[in-house]
């Protein structure tokens, strides 16, 4: 810490307060903050990507069986949280644009809004939890899946354990993917701490950039979460 | 710590600016963390060195009698883990990289010298769940966690080591997406990507692989723990899972992860090489673009770590002939190494003879990995010692050789003093000795059929010879390995201080004083000249760092 305190040595002229010593000017600085984050989100694709390979390949294995237990998913739900990630991702462009063109209540009425519709999606996803722990969807000791018809095929019932790994990929992805959600509503706390005390303006607002991009990429994860995990063969 | 050296006259450096500990623990200055990475992968060297110890005493004798098989199933699988993920992987990008890559560039620091110092924390994190992880029972999966081994049967503390890699990963993470940032956003004025060290191309290519791979096997290891403690069926076939999954997952990573430990040693061999025979380096861009080249056909190789374990003639047919592709960059290298030595004025310092070293074992363990990328030979010798000494060459014999040579060719600049250049070559010639006397018997055990893993060989008492041979020559590494330690402490003190270019070297970062100072130059340099421009430095015309503006 004491080294961001120091001016850089040749660079005493003017002095931007948020340019950090060992950069020499604010746009190298905007640069390798965005591409930094940038980066970051291709780390997560490859991060969520094993989970998408993992499901896929079970998805094409045991398609009969991921398709009941799939169908045991209220899709109203999941579409209501789609709805509301994609208004999110809407709030979190107005709160940079708000920053862009200095209009502090725009700017901190849309984070707030955001963070509304972050918490939003995290209770139906609760609600989502809860149904699915009553009905004994919760892969372990009490799991039990029996003898639920293959859909479109309602002579053959599902195979329990095949149905089980499909819940078991269901709860890591999604559990992950709200991890990611209520990091991001810390990072837009913080965000909104830094808003309120007016550290943004038109020049500078890096850290709403970046942070915006990284709601906008757990938003696009859910969106390739919704229709893989609620709608193939779908018939409920 | 170092500081202990200061003398009245010293001139402000990076190491004597502040002072406490507190002004190490909370450093965001490259060059501290280097150093703080550097303590701590050293203490794990150590660690994983006691583990093969072990295992090379067991081995003295065909019965079973110094250790138990749980407990020897436990050491090679901790040695393995600490090697690669606590030493291995951070060692030269972490310790040389950190030190290095902003100063080569010109920029005063990396672009992001907070994460960087939490890189360092999440290792140390990694580091101490491991150290607990061993110190309350360990792990006996062996480092790969095959599954469902792992997940369903091994009754040791398969969870938090693999919590504890996933942690490391992270850090590992963080590091790779500091360099590319910071190569592609931070380089002096002038310092354009075709004048770039190779060092820096290599770096580059390794945090590429980093940031793709590394989350990879992060969300596997996420999985595997799950599927222990929650007792899912994704990797068991018992319940319908897949363990093959498990490994194309975890190789690929791991794989590409071979190449993590070994670019980044090309990197410091090249820049070895063009200085100790005062050359441009041979082929430029070839070396530069081999570089990328291995990252991109690195993670098209995985699955020839899976050609016994079930997967389709065809699939194995594919990753054959791409294992052998990923040969050519390779061999590019080497071809450009010894055409740069190639009527070059070759000066045998310690550090050169470390590159030679690499170099050699390098094209050993690269040669033999062709024998394990065809499918014919490797279903013979899958699972045998023929596959431990292929990657301990490369791993040893190539990355640890190549860190060595770094760290003797770049600690003037870091420690400020001269390490005794006699002393270093008698390690580096007891190094390379004691390394070949160690691994070479193991490729004629492997190919006589020794199986990797196994702690008891009475039934095959003819082995006992070579295995003699094996440990004798570990014992001699070990000795090898103590002696830079021992005269890198004693030089921090003792040695003398060193000029700023003791090497008469090209390269920004011996433009600068040594140690330098915290922000590395007094004035931004601007880059006006090629990399490795030996021709121009021994005719006489010394390079001048220009002020910018």
Redesign the interface.
């Known amino acids: 810490m004491p080294d961001s305190t120091v001016v850089g040595l040749h660079h005493e002229e003017e002095h931007h307060p948020e340019l950090l010593h060992h950069f020499a000017e604010p746009e190298q600085q905007r640069d390798a903050a965005s591409f930094g984050m940038w980066i970051f989100l291709g780390t997560e694709v490859m991060f969520f990507g094993g989970l998408f390979l993992a499901y896929l390949i079970y998805r094409r294995l045991y398609f009969g069986d991921f398709g009941a237990a799939s169908s045991s998913i209220k899709a109203g739900l999941g579409a209501a949280n789609t709805a509301v990630l994609i208004c999110s991702s809407l709030t979190v462009v107005l709160a940079i644009w708000g920053a862009q063109t200095a209009r502090r209540s725009l700017m901190i009425g849309s984070l707030i809004l955001t963070m509304l519709f972050g918490l939003t999606f995290l209770g139906i996803k609760g609600i989502e939890y809860k149904e699915k722990f009553d009905e004994h969807h919760v892969p372990g000791a009490s799991f039990s899946f029996d003898h639920v018809p293959i859909p479109g095929h309602p002579d053959q019932y599902a195979n329990p354990r095949h149905a089980e790994i499909f819940f078991a990929l269901y709860f890591i992805m999604t559990g992950l993917h709200a991890l990611h959600m209520i990091v991001g509503l810390g990072i837009f706390t913080w965000l909104l701490i830094m808003a309120w005390k007016g550290r943004f303006t038109p020049e500078y607002h890096t850290p709403l950039e970046i942070g915006g991009l990284y709601w906008h990429f757990v938003d696009i994860i859910w969106i390739y979460l919704f229709p893989l995990l609620y709608l193939i063969d779908r018939h409920r | 710590m170092a500081t202990a050296t200061i003398q009245p006259v010293e001139r402000e450096n990076y190491l004597n600016k ?1 002072y406490g500990v507190g ?1 190490w623990l ?4 490259h060059k501290r963390i280097a150093l703080l990475y550097l303590i701590s992968i050293t203490f794990f060297f150590f660690i994983g060195g006691l583990f093969a110890l072990l295992i090379r005493l067991e081995l003295l004798t065909p019965a079973g009698d110094l250790v138990q098989a749980d407990t020897y199933n436990k050491l090679f699988t901790m040695h393995g883990q600490v090697m690669v993920f606590f030493f291995l992987i951070p060692s030269i990008p972490a310790v040389l990289g950190n030190f290095l890559v902003p100063m080569m560039i010109g ?9 960087n110092l939490l890189s360092w924390y999440l290792y140390i994190i990694a580091g101490l769940m491991m150290v607990h992880c061993m110190l309350t029972g360990g792990v006996d999966t062996g480092w790969t966690f095959y599954t469902p081994f792992s997940t369903a049967f091994s009754n040791t503390k398969v969870i938090e080591a693999g919590l504890a890699i996933f942690v490391s990963g992270f850090s590992s ?1 963080l590091t790779g ?2 360099f ?3 190569i ?3 380089r002096a004025p002038g310092m354009t990507w075709s004048r770039l060290p190779l060092f820096i191309w290599a770096h580059y290519a390794t945090s590429i692989i980093q ?6 096997i ?3 290891l ?2 595997v723990v ?2 222990r403690a ?5 990797f068991d076939p018992k ?4 363990p093959l ?1 498990f490994q194309h ?1 975890f190789w690929f990573y791991s794989h590409p992860a071979v190449y993590i430990m070994i670019l980044p040693s090309m990197g410091v061999v090249t820049e070895i090489i063009a200085c100790f025979s005062r050359k441009r380096i041979f082929g430029y861009s070839f070396v530069a673009f081999s570089s990328i080249a291995i990252a991109v056909f690195g993670f098209l190789v995985w699955a020839h770590h899976m050609f016994v374990a079930g997967i389709s003639v065809y699939a194995a047919l594919i990753f054959s002939i791409l294992s052998y592709a990923v040969a050519v960059p390779s061999a590019v290298k080497v071809f450009n190494w010894t055409a740069t030595l190639y009527k070059g004025s070759i000066h045998y310092d310690a550090p050169m003879l470390y590159a030679f070293g690499f170099v050699g074992l390098f094209t050993m363990g690269g040669l033999t990995g062709l024998f394990l990328a065809a499918l014919g030979i490797d279903v013979h010798v899958t699972d045998t010692y023929f596959v431990i000494a292929h990657f301990h060459y490369i791993m040893v014999g190539g990355a640890l050789m190549g860190y060595l040579g770094g760290m003797h060719f770049w600690w003037p600049k870091i420690s400020g003093r001269l390490y005794p250049e006699g002393w270093a070559r008698l390690a580096a010639l007891i190094v390379f000795l004691g390394f070949n006397l160690t691994f070479f018997p193991q490729f004629i055990l492997g190919y006589l059929g020794m199986p990797r893993r196994y702690f008891d060989y009475s039934h095959m008492p003819e082995f006992q010879v070579l295995n003699v041979l094996s440990t004798a020559g570990a014992t001699v590494l070990g000795v090898g390995y103590l002696l830079p330690m021992i005269y890198f402490l004693w030089s921090m003190r003792y040695g003398k201080p060193a000029p700023d270019n003791p090497w008469n070297a090209a390269g920004l970062e011996w433009m600068t004083s040594s140690p330098p100072t ?2 590395n130059f ?3 340099p601007v880059v006006t000249w090629e990399a490795y421009n030996y021709d121009e430095l021994d005719g006489g015309h010394k390079q001048e760092v220009k002020v910018a503006g």
């Open positions: 502040h002004s909370f450093t965001t200055d920029a005063k620091d990396l672009a992001f010298p907070r994460i993470i997406l500091n590319v940032v910071t592609h956003r931070m940031i793709l791979g590394t989350p990879v992060a969300i596997t996420v999985l799950a599927e929650l007792h899912l069926g994704i319940l319908g899972g897949d999954l997952l915290t922000f007094e004035t931004e």
